[in-house]
């Protein structure tokens, strides 16, 4: 079966630290999907990235990157130079053919950064 | 942002009594979802919508139902709510097409409910 696994639950650093979020994904399907959400204090979801599985190429997003390693079944999220408004949830996510698609999600990693 | 309100966004209600929340998009996205995020258990799907009057379960669909008139709306209704469904209610929306999009889901703010 499916799953997403979070490790971290609760993560502090110090403002402009870099700091990496790690998720490890199980999947028998070779075509899925993986998903990063943020969940500020405020509480809404916003959607940060979507990787196939066909595409291991590592992003960049300005501070954000993911590192996405089919060999380890990992996508791991590192913030650079963090900053305060990165305080949120992030949540780890996975769609495949055998969940119809529908997200399976990980617990979610709480970040910290402290001014 | 993706244009999908919530309606309400804060409510206290009563145990017993029927409770709606709206999801409007203008998106025109044909697939709608309510979520459930409480405490220790995450994200949890209630109900799905593939379409205007067609519906099917999540993994806690008891003691909820939906509805489905129109593309640009999502009814969520507690028939008769309970305390243990005092949580945060997220719509969401994706794109019709999962298998070339990989079903990415864009949500709402949210609504607190309370069951007192």
């Known amino acids: 079966a499916q799953k997403v696994t979070q490790a971290q639950t609760e993560i502090s650093v110090v403002e402009k630290e870099d700091v990496t979020l790690d998720c490890v994904y199980e999947?028998?399907?070779?075509?899925?999907?993986l998903f990063w959400y943020k969940q500020p204090p405020s509480g809404e979801l916003v959607f940060l990235i979507r990787r196939n599985s066909f595409d291991e190429q590592n992003e960049i997003s300005g501070r954000y990157s993911w590192n996405f390693q089919k060999s380890t079944s990992s996508f791991n999220f590192t913030i650079t130079a963090s900053q305060v408004v990165d305080s949120a949830v992030y949540f780890c996510a996975l769609s495949d053919v055998d969940s119809n698609y529908q997200l399976i999600w990980g617990a979610g990693t709480k970040l910290i950064i402290k001014p | 942002d993706a244009g999908i309100t919530q309606s309400p966004r804060h409510k206290v209600t009563e145990t017993g009594t029927p409770v709606t929340l709206r999801c409007h998009q203008t998106?025109?996205?044909?697939?709608m979802y309510w979520y459930r995020q409480d405490p220790g258990h995450g994200l949890r799907l209630i109900h799905y919508s593939y379409g205007v009057k067609d519906t099917d379960k999540g993994e806690v669909s008891d003691g909820y139902s939906v509805s489905r008139s129109k593309t640009e709306d999502f009814l969520l209704t507690l028939e008769s709510a309970t305390s243990s469904q005092t949580s945060v209610y997220f719509c969401?929306?994706?794109?019709?097409?999962?298998?070339?999009?990989?079903?990415?889901?864009?949500f709402g703010e949210g609504s607190w409910l309370t069951v007192v």
């Open positions: 969401a929306i994706s794109d019709a097409r999962p298998k070339v999009f990989g079903n990415t889901i864009y």
């Open positions: 999947t028998r399907d070779t075509t899925y999907y």
């Open positions: 998106e025109n996205h044909r697939y």
